[in-house]
């Protein structure tokens, strides 16, 4: 038994596949390995060629903490909060304003 390594139909790799010793290798099939190591590689027909930008090679960013999340909710309803004290106020004052036009 050998292995040999899949591509789809524009090079990229699919799987690993076992074939018998003796055994014709598949036309969508190769045995040059790929290499290591290897994010997206792509055959072109004669080697691998690694194909992953710098970005996709970065691990990604862990998920935030259940408190990071809460911390940060309470910091944009605080923000919330004082913009709608602050607006309650400028009603307030208006509306005594105009109390004062109307009844002098």
């Known amino acids: ?4 390594f899949r ?3 524009d090079g990229y790799f699919v799987e690993p ?5 003796g055994e014709t290798i598949p036309f969508d099939c190769t045995e040059k390995d790929l290499p290591q190591p290897c994010w997206k590689p792509k055959f072109d027909g004669v080697r691998w060629i690694e194909m992953a930008t710098e970005e996709e090679k970065k691990p990604p ?10 911390r940060e909710q309470n910091a ?9 004290s602050e607006r309650a106020d400028f009603i307030e004052d208006v509306i005594a304003e105009m109390a004062m036009q109307v009844y002098p």
């Open 1 to 4: 038994m050998r292995q040999v």
């Open 7 to 9: 591509f789809d139909k």
């Open 17 to 21: 596949v076992i074939i018998m010793e």
């Open 61 to 70: 960013a862990p998920p935030k903490s259940e408190i990071d999340i809460l």
């Open 76 to 84: 944009l309803l605080k923000a919330q909060n004082i913009a709608l």
